[in-house]
């Protein structure tokens, strides 16, 4: 029978990718989810049976542990952008990634991946790279042989990133930029999803690996990489911290007071404290190389998905031949 492993966050972004990528390579996959109706969709990313979604909340003990019963991997690719509810950055990436490591230790299986984030600093004035630092340390407490992942901004077809930049420059001429000297190092999702699947079977050394793509560029360039591909006439407007902590602060408030009813999904105070920061490979750190992979760069690859931005959307080069047969 074909091994098991178990993808906390399995659904996510990150998660359904390491899904898709461990079915090719024959594994069997439980995806641990909070909504699995949510999830059916990933059964469809090998045969009958072979990938399937399970109740699991990872605050909750019993349901991380039912999750894992009988498995021969595991990996933790939940994370939250907003600390809201009862997901706290410290309920998620500092309890809940502990209680994973400690719960999969204490099973004996064999191999444990833990995807965090570079940036994670147990001494950032930001709360999620705070709490990311201190997940990780609660994951190599109890399970020392672990294999940490920690990648740069992550682009893709699903992404927050290059999608909003897109979302923006369509919105108005005048796009605003906050951070836009922040150095990031895109990283293709699936690349990260490459990372993992070799660590599960254990082809990765134990450690902290840092992902970045081959190109470092700042917040500014990234936008420019965008308006490029999208084809629109825009003109970016750098926003100092200072300025966008009022509305920051306001969209905080608001969130507050209503108890996570209208969530802050724009701009968070803490996102600005974490933005203050570079979000690149550091030169001393093991990444893609010792995992023999090649990471993509984004530029070629935006084409895949940031048409849907463009005045014309997916007929933008059909109108421009016309135009050209016309001239």
């Known amino acids: 029978m074909s091994k098991l492993?178990?993808?906390?966050?399995?659904?996510?972004?990150?998660?359904?990718?390491?899904?898709?990528?461990?079915?090719?390579?024959?594994?069997?996959?439980?995806?641990?989810?909070?909504?699995?109706?949510?999830?059916?969709?990933?059964?469809?990313?090998?045969?009958?049976?072979?990938?399937?979604?399970?109740?699991?909340?990872?605050?909750?003990?019993?349901?991380?542990?039912?999750?894992?019963?009988?498995?021969?991997?595991?990996?933790?690719?939940?994370?939250v952008l907003n600390s809201l509810g009862k997901n706290k950055f410290d309920a998620v990436h500092v309890e809940g990634a502990g209680r994973v490591a400690r719960l999969a230790a204490a099973a004996g299986i064999p191999s444990?991946?833990?995807?965090?984030?570079i940036g994670a600093d147990a001494g950032s004035q930001s709360d999620y790279a705070r709490s990311k630092a201190e997940g990780e340390a609660a994951v190599l407490a109890a399970y020392p042989a672990a294999v940490i992942l920690r990648p740069s901004v992550i682009f893709g077809i699903e992404d927050q990133f290059y999608n909003r930049l897109g979302g923006l420059i369509r919105m108005a001429p005048l796009v605003p930029l906050m951070a836009a000297g922040t150095r990031v190092q895109p990283v293709h999702v699936d690349d990260v999803a490459d990372a993992a699947a070799r660590a599960v079977p254990?082809?990765?050394?134990?450690?902290?690996?840092?992902?970045?793509g081959p190109d470092v560029v700042t917040l500014r360039e990234a936008a420019e990489q965008a308006r490029s591909v999208i084809g629109?006439?825009?003109?970016?407007?750098?926003?100092?911290?200072?300025?966008?902590?009022?509305?920051?602060?306001?969209?905080?408030?608001?969130?507050g007071v209503t108890l996570g009813l209208l969530a802050n999904g724009l701009l968070t105070r803490d996102q600005l404290r974490f933005l203050a920061s570079d979000n690149v490979v550091a030169s001393d750190a093991k990444g893609f190389a010792d995992l023999g992979i090649t990471p993509r760069a984004a530029a070629p690859l935006l084409e895949d998905y940031l048409w849907q931005y463009r005045p014309a959307g997916q007929y933008a080069a059909i109108k421009q031949s016309a135009r050209n047969m016309r001239a």
């Open 202 to 212: 254990g082809h990765a050394a134990p450690g902290i690996y840092e992902l970045g």
């Open 5 to 79: 492993v178990t993808i906390y966050g399995g659904s996510g972004f990150v998660g359904r990718y390491i899904a898709r990528r461990l079915a090719k390579e024959g594994w069997r996959v439980r995806v641990a989810v909070r909504r699995p109706n949510e999830a059916i969709f990933v059964r469809g990313y090998g045969d009958v049976g072979q990938l399937e979604p399970v109740l699991c909340n990872i605050r909750d003990e019993a349901s991380v542990a039912a999750a894992m019963k009988g498995a021969d991997a595991v990996v933790n690719c939940v994370g």
């Open 112 to 117: 444990l991946v833990h995807i965090s984030a």
């Open 232 to 255: 629109r006439k825009r003109v970016f407007l750098p926003m100092p911290s200072a300025l966008l902590a009022i509305p920051a602060f306001l969209l905080d408030m608001v969130q």
